[in-house]
């Protein structure tokens, strides 16, 4: 199982940035997605998730501001984040578990204010 993230970058508060996902080694339709983050000192958390049946949670800090979505032809997950804070400013993973967990290799996410 492979995950590559793409789409980080700087952006200004309020601004807006989109993050992708493609895996390979799965079948990737039935998986349930997730988007986590991380910044140093502290632990992994938990972005956003979306299930096999298009079925989108979200940590509270993030809800109406960020969409999950899947493309199972491209066998992508993406995360739209509207009006950033700095405090959004984190490494984001992707991430899906078959039998154990997988990652992708992280992409930066800077918000300046």
């Known amino acids: 199982v492979q995950l590559q993230a793409s789409g980080g970058g700087l952006v200004q508060a309020g601004g807006s940035l989109r993050l992708s996902c493609k895996a390979s080694?799965?079948?990737?339709?039935?998986?349930?997605m997730k988007w986590y983050r991380q910044v140093p000192g502290k632990q992994r958390e938990s972005v956003a998730m979306?299930?096999?049946?298009?079925?989108?949670d979200y940590e509270d800090d993030v809800k109406g501001r960020f969409i999950i979505s899947r493309d199972n032809r491209r066998r992508t997950v993406n995360l739209q984040m509207n009006s950033l804070k700095p405090e959004d400013t984190a490494v984001y993973y992707c991430?899906?578990?078959?039998?154990?967990?997988?990652w992708g290799q992280g992409t930066q996410v800077t918000v300046s204010s």
């Open positions: 991430n899906t578990k078959e039998r154990r967990d997988y």
């Open positions: 080694g799965i079948n990737f339709s039935l998986y349930t």
């Open positions: 979306i299930t096999a049946d298009h079925t989108t």
